[in-house]
């Protein structure tokens, strides 16, 4: 099966940054078997929403609220993903969870955000 831990959440003032990271593990599958890898999050009171993906070739798709400010990677070598999250904004905070697929999706337990004003 397939295993994703995220780490790097916390507590940051509004303009600050984070990087979360993803640890990809597999019995079976490996991270360059994921067609998709991504970030999705949920504030109180709201339905999960995308944040960012990455594609098995480096294509990446952001939602319009973080374009500009948060960056998707992906390490193959080190079976990571990673989201780096600059100018924070208080709308930011959320629990964001990692997200993979390939014939079927795989989640996260997720990290929590949260930005002060």
């Known amino acids: 099966q397939v295993q994703l831990v995220e780490s790097g959440g916390g507590l940051v003032q509004a303009g600050g940054s984070l990087r979360l990271s993803c640890a990809f593990s597999?019995?079976?599958?490996?991270?360059?078997?994921?067609?998709?890898m991504g970030w999705y999050r949920q504030a109180p009171g709201k339905q999960r929403e995308l944040v960012a993906v990455?594609?098995?070739?480096?294509?990446?798709n952001y939602a319009d609220s973080v374009k500009g400010r948060f960056t998707i990677s992906r390490d193959n070598a080190k079976n990571t993903v990673y989201l780096q999250m600059n100018s924070l904004k208080p709308e930011d905070t959320a629990v964001y969870y990692c997200?993979?697929?390939?014939?079927?999706?795989?989640w996260g337990q997720g990290t929590q955000v949260t930005v002060s004003s």
């Open positions: 997200y993979a697929a390939n014939i079927r999706d795989y």
């Open positions: 597999g019995s079976i599958f490996t991270i360059n078997t994921m067609r998709t």
């Open positions: 990455i594609t098995s070739v480096g294509r990446t």
